[in-house]
Nanobody
């Protein structure tokens, strides 16, 4: 059974930092591409950052220079370091794992963790 468990969310003032973690079980973690997404009230879920199984990173323009995604394959965990937080970063943050193979993919989502940035 695949499980993704996020942690590290909370309430922080603008300019502050948070570190999100997502611990995975039930998958061969190292072969999966990983990502963080977020969904604010009344908005669609959007990509925040991704990291491939080879370590290549990609960021949404809105978080470039402030957020850093990383992975620790030994701990089956993906992280999102969030610095210089802004009120518009307020959202539920979800981690995602994807394994693409010929003919399909396996994709899993965590339950989400709330991040609230006060002004």
């Amino acid at each position: 059974q695949v499980q993704l468990v996020e942690s590290g969310g909370g309430l922080v003032q603008a300019g502050g930092s948070l570190r999100l973690s997502c611990a995975a079980s039930g998958i061969i973690f190292s072969i999966y591409d990983l990502g963080w997404y977020r969904q604010a009230p009344g908005k669609q879920r959007e990509l925040v950052a991704t990291i491939t199984n080879g370590g290549s990173r990609n960021y949404a323009d809105s978080v470039k220079g402030r957020f850093t995604i990383s992975r620790d394959n030994a701990k089956n965990t993906v992280y999102l370091q969030m610095n210089s937080l802004k009120p518009e970063d307020t959202a539920v943050y979800y981690c995602n794992t994807v394994w693409n193979f010929v003919g399909g993919e396996y994709s899993y989502w965590g339950q989400g963790t709330q991040v609230t940035v006060g002004s």
